[in-house]
Every structure is written in structure tokens, then in C-alpha cells.
């Protein structure tokens, strides 16, 4: 008879035992009804957010947080304060240097337009051995507009207005030099449709060449109004986040003192200090840029404006003046009834341009360099208004010759009113460039370190808050 080892193990009874050979496994029992189901588990959030209600019911916890809001709000305020301060520094250094010389030399290109039509009528006027003098300046006025040309090219959008108005230039500005050329050709051997191609070349300019270049120094105009309400706009995002992290910290140190009885808190007294002067540096330096810059708009950008339109009305009438007598009354209009030589017609509207022009730039003028040059092309306009007079009397009264000298004569001619009208319209135009530069770069340089700074100082302050909280959790430890 065969025994089992004394040794060997009892055998197992319940679920998790093996089930004997040949016997299936028993599935384990039910959980009774009624009893409550395993918990769910929670997300990581969850738990995260019950450890920060949790901690939130003590005094540390509550410091900690404090302390991560504060040093928030501090560094919120540097960012938006670098932002809006960048932003604004970078729209009047573009005033400066990008959209008011583009818009100054928009108009060099309308002028040096105007003023070669000018001398091509002067130069044809002489005859056909022209002078020099004549032929040089319309020879420098063209390069200067094409150079001009060049240069707004390149500063132009792609695919912009601009860009279709400077490339239009450009093609005309060829068809213009050929008929001119045409016209000398034809003036030399002493054919009289040599005229006729100056009249057209004179036709091409002032109802193509001209509005396009007056598009232009429109458009460029629009663009330097563009830069200044970028530049100009106060920065209230940054001025409101500034208010705010200082009165959050002057609630941290009433909440302090209350509780601790201390009346300082360094870390906070230091954050609040460096932050309140980022603040006083954000809102006066802002200030002054923006009084600088208004600066430079109203006794610089307008003078400039109503200064070169003035000159382009010189130009202009200069030129109508010198082609009626190249027409000899082949061009007239017919205004009220009454028939007129075109030119001048023209003559008389651009004269009236430049006496408002000049009214209104010794009005702007906000001291005696820009009003004395301005005065003094006053009192040339005045002479050149009564020489042409006469001028026109002679032109009028059939007596060609006496005409033609008293506007292009050697001495007392009208030629020489224009020449001073335009040489003192070009140093009014000088000094107020002198002003608005002056005025743009301190309008610049008030804003050109608070970027920077604003951002030193509230990483200090944002320093300074936590170690002013850290202080008084230390003592709880």
C-alpha cells in the first residue's frame, strides 16, 4: 500500500487554485449586489488642480502664488513694453530715413521734370545756336530725375501702385528727350516745326509725365503719413499692464504689513521701484518722441509740402511763360467767351498757385531762417509779375523781338525773377529739411533705448518680487 509523502503540501481550495486534471476551471464569484464600484482614475489635471486648491488654504501656498503672479504681471509688462516701444522707434526711424526722403525725393523727381521742359523752352527760345548755360541745366535735370527714378525703384513695394507709376516714367521719359531733340534738330537748321515738336514734347509732359511724377510724390506722401501714426499712437496695452503690476505689488506689501506688521518688504519695495520707472521712462519718453515728431510734421514735413509745391509752381509757370512765345498764339482757349493764349492762361493759374504757396509757407515758418528766404521770393514774384506785364504787352502788340528779351534778355528779364524765386525757394526748402531732421531724430532717439532698458529693469523687478515673497516663506521652514 502506497502512502503520500508526510511532506507534501495540502491541497489548495479557492479561486486561484489550479484546477485538477480533468476538472474545469471555476470562474470567480460575483460581487454581490449593492456593493459600490472600484473608484475611476483621475486625470493629472485634476490632481494637479486639488494639489493647488490644497495648497492654496495655507499661507505659503498662497505666497507661492503671489509671488508666480506678480513676477507674471512684471515680465508681461517689460514684454509689451519692448513690443510696443520697438515698434514705435522702428516706424520714426523710418520717417527719418526711409518714407520722408522718398517723399522729398518724389518731388526732386516732379521738379527736375518741370524744370527741364523749362530750360528745353528757354534754350529753344534762343534760337538755333542754344546756350550752353540752357542745354547743361536741362542735361542735369534729366539725370536727376532718372537717377531719382532709380532710387524710388528700388525703395518701392513689388507689385505696388508705385512701382507702375516709376516704371511708366521710365518709358516716357526717353519718348520725352527725343522729341526734344527733334525739336533742337529742326530749331538749328530754322524750321519752324521744330516748335511743333517742342509743343508736343511740352503736351507729353504736362499731361502724362507730370500727373505721373505728381502720383508719385502723392503716394510717397501717404506712405510718410502712414509711418507717422504708426510712430506717433500712444502705447496703452504697455502703459495699462504697467499700472497694474504696480498696484498688484502695492497690495502684496498692504497684505504684508497686515499681516507681519513689517512696513517694508525689500523685495517688493525694489520691484515696485524698478518697475514704476520703466513705466515713467515708457510714458516720458514716449512723450517727448511724440512732441518731437508732431515737431517735425507741422514746422517740417508741411513747410517742405507747401514749399515744393510752390516751386513746381514757379517751374511751371516759367515754362507756360517761355511757350507762348515758342506758340506765338498758336494755342488758345476760350474761357466765359472769351479767347485766351493758353499759356498764358497757365501762366496766370500757376502764379496764383505760388502767391498762396508762398502766403501760406511764411505762415508756417516757425523762425527767421525759414521766413527770410521765403520773404525774399516774395519780392521776386512781385518783379516777375510786372516784368511779364510788359512782357506780354510787347508779345501782344506784335513786337516779338522786344518780348522775347524782356524774358530772356541778359539783364531785366523775367528769367532772371525766376531764377531768384527758385534759388530762395531752395534754401527755404534746405533749412526745413535742416528742422525736420533736427526733429524726427531727437522724436527717434527719445524711444531707441526703452526697449532695452524697459527690459533690464523689469527682469529686476520680476527678481525682486521673488525674493521678497521667498523672503517670507523662509519663514515658515
Same mark, same amino acid.
Given at each position: 500500500m502506497t502512502h503520500p509523502?508526510?511532506?507534501? /503540501?495540502?491541497?489548495?481550495?479557492?479561486?486561484?487554485?489550479s484546477a485538477a486534471p480533468g476538472i474545469p476551471a471555476q470562474a470567480p464569484r460575483p460581487a454581490p449586489l449593492g456593493s459600490p464600484a472600484p473608484p475611476a482614475r483621475r486625470t493629472a489635471f485634476a490632481e494637479g488642480a486639488d494639489r493647488l486648491r490644497a495648497a492654496a488654504t495655507t499661507e505659503p501656498g498662497r505666497l507661492r502664488i503671489i509671488g508666480a503672479v506678480l513676477a507674471l504681471l512684471v515680465v508681461a509688462f517689460g514684454a509689451v513694453t519692448a513690443w510696443q516701444a520697438s515698434e514705435r522707434a522702428a516706424a520714426a526711424d523710418d520717417v527719418l530715413h526711409r518714407s520722408q526722403p522718398l517723399s522729398s525725393g518724389a518731388?526732386? !523727381?516732379y521738379r527736375s521734370l518741370a524744370d527741364a521742359n523749362t530750360a528745353a523752352s528757354s534754350g529753344f527760345l534762343a534760337g538755333g545756336q542754344e546756350p550752353a548755360a540752357a542745354r547743361d541745366r536741362y542735361e542735369k535735370d534729366i539725370r536727376t530725375a532718372a537717377a531719382g527714378l532709380v532710387t524710388a525703384a528700388a525703395n518701392a513695394e513689388p507689385g505696388s501702385a508705385s512701382e507702375a507709376t516709376i516704371a511708366k516714367l521710365n518709358k516716357l521719359l526717353p519718348e520725352y528727350k527725343g522729341l526734344v531733340e527733334r525739336a533742337r534738330t529742326y530749331n538749328r537748321q530754322g524750321y519752324p516745326?521744330?516748335?511743333?515738336?517742342?509743343?508736343?514734347? =511740352?503736351?507729353?509732359?504736362?499731361?502724362?509725365?507730370?500727373?505721373?511724377?505728381?502720383? &508719385?510724390?502723392?503716394?510717397?506722401?501717404?506712405? %510718410?503719413?502712414?509711418?507717422?501714426?504708426? +510712430?506717433?499712437?500712444?502705447?496703452? !496695452?504697455? !502703459?495699462?499692464?504697467?499700472?497694474?503690476?504696480?498696484?498688484?505689488?502695492?497690495? +502684496?506689501?498692504?497684505?504684508?504689513?497686515?499681516?507681519?506688521?513689517?512696513? %517694508? =518688504?525689500?523685495? &517688493? @519695495?525694489?520691484?515696485? /521701484?524698478?518697475?514704476?520707472?520703466a513705466l515713467l521712462w515708457l510714458v516720458i519718453g514716449h512723450a517727448v518722441a511724440r512732441s518731437e515728431l508732431n515737431g517735425s510734421y507741422d514746422h517740417g514735413v508741411r513747410s517742405l509740402t507747401v514749399l515744393h509745391d510752390a516751386r513746381i509752381a514757379s517751374l511751371k509757370a516759367r515754362g507756360n511763360e517761355n511757350l507762348s512765345l515758342v506758340a506765338r498764339g498758336a494755342e488758345t482757349i476760350t474761357v466765359g467767351g472769351k479767347t485766351y493764349d #493758353?499759356?498764358?492762361? *497757365?501762366?496766370?493759374?500757376?502764379?496764383?498757385?505760388?502767391? *498762396?504757396?508762398?502766403?501760406? #509757407?511764411?505762415?508756417? /515758418? *516757425?523762425?527767421?531762417?525759414?521766413?527770410?528766404p521765403v520773404k525774399a521770393a516774395v519780392g521776386n514774384m512781385a518783379v516777375w509779375k510786372q516784368r511779364h506785364a510788359a512782357a506780354r504787352a510787347e508779345d501782344e502788340n506784335g513786337?516779338?523781338?522786344? +518780348?522775347?528779351?524782356?524774358?530772356?534778355?541778359?539783364?531785366? #528779364?523775367?528769367?532772371?525773377?525766376?531764377?531768384s524765386v527758385?534759388?530762395? &525757394?531752395?534754401? #527755404?526748402?534746405?533749412?526745413?529739411?535742416?528742422?525736420?531732421?533736427?526733429?524726427?531724430?531727437?522724436?527717434?532717439?527719445?524711444?531707441?533705448?526703452?526697449? @532695452?532698458?524697459?527690459?533690464?529693469? @523689469?527682469? &529686476?523687478?520680476?527678481?525682486? /518680487?521673488?525674493?521678497?515673497i521667498g523672503r517670507r516663506l523662509s519663514e515658515y521652514r
Open positions: 509523502p508526510k511532506s507534501a /503540501a495540502p491541497p489548495v481550495v479557492g479561486p486561484g487554485a518731388a526732386d !523727381i516745326v521744330g516748335g511743333a515738336y517742342l509743343r508736343y514734347a =511740352n503736351e507729353k509732359m504736362q499731361q502724362e509725365m507730370l500727373p505721373a511724377a505728381e502720383d &508719385l510724390y502723392t503716394k510717397e506722401n501717404a506712405r %510718410l503719413d502712414a509711418d507717422y501714426a504708426d +510712430a506717433t499712437p500712444y502705447p496703452w !496695452i504697455a !502703459i495699462a499692464l504697467g499700472v497694474l503690476a504696480l498696484a498688484a505689488l502695492g497690495w +502684496a506689501q498692504r497684505r504684508s504689513y497686515r499681516r507681519t506688521h513689517r512696513v %517694508l =518688504n525689500h523685495g &517688493l @519695495v525694489a520691484a515696485s /521701484a524698478v518697475t514704476a520707472a #493758353a499759356y498764358y492762361h *497757365d501762366f496766370d493759374k500757376d502764379m496764383a498757385v505760388l502767391g *498762396d504757396g508762398l502766403t501760406r #509757407a511764411q505762415k508756417l /515758418a *516757425d523762425d527767421q531762417g525759414g521766413r527770410t513786337n516779338y523781338q522786344q +518780348a522775347l528779351d524782356k524774358v530772356i534778355g541778359a539783364k531785366g #528779364a523775367t528769367g532772371e525773377c525766376f531764377d527758385d534759388s530762395n &525757394l531752395a534754401r #527755404a526748402i534746405d533749412h526745413e529739411q535742416g528742422e525736420f531732421q533736427r526733429a524726427a531724430g531727437d522724436g527717434r532717439d527719445a524711444m531707441a533705448g526703452v526697449p @532695452v532698458g524697459a527690459a533690464v529693469l @523689469v527682469v &529686476l523687478g520680476a527678481a525682486g /518680487a521673488v525674493s521678497g
